[in-house]
């Protein structure tokens, strides 16, 4: 599993955010000569548009990456699952896989009907609901920070992402023809996808866990400092 070190980095964000929950990434990754490519998904961040599925996503970021040499991706949570689909679609792209607060396994079927209702619901009555959830999950300093991303989405992408989550694959197979270095990164106290969840990553894709202490599950923004001294560590 061996293979240059590359010098471009992709990194997806979480739902319901935007590229600006990478800022503390963007400005570390810049600073040690890393060329950063952070795109907002669609309806998120301003884009237009909306998603229909990972697999449709992933299709067209493939399109507007650049060629040549290996990319290094990173992705949370939902940006870990259209990670792991990118790997499956062209896993010759990528030289370094990060995998942060994420699942490999497809959604149980409760978890998908509720996808489909809160998709519903928020075409319905607005993005308020999912504010309010946020404030719930996240601590009041991560809270201020995602609460923007959330407000600045639109109801269509959230909608979109919302479904094209909820018909997600299992991604041990992509996992287990990993052939470059896997890093997974889980927040200490993420109740949403723990550390157990990250730990099967790691041993599917032959990769190694490193656990973020005091941070959720966005450990990025909970915990920047250890989850930007794994990632630079793992990258250099």
Known sequence: ??????????????YPLSAAMWDDQRAVLEAEGFRVIA???PGFGGEEGAMTTLEDAARDLLGTLPEGDPLAVVGLSMGGYLAMELLRQAPERFARVVLADTSLR???PEKTEDRREQADRVEEEGRDFIVEAAEKEHSPATFRR???MIEAASREGIAGAL???AVRGEHRDTL????????VLVG??????PVELGQEIADAGRGELRVIPEAAHLSNLDHPEAFNAALLAFLR
């Open 188 to 193: 200490e106290q993420d109740e949403i996808t």
């Open 1 to 14: 599993m061996t293979a240059p070190a590359p010098r471009t980095v992709l990194l997806l964000h979480a």
């Open 146 to 148: 995602v609460r923007p």
């Open 163 to 165: 479904r094209a989550m």
């Open 176 to 183: 287990r023809g990993l052939e470059v270095p896997l890093l």
């Open 39 to 41: 795109p907002n998904l």
């Open 106 to 108: 497809a959604d149980t």
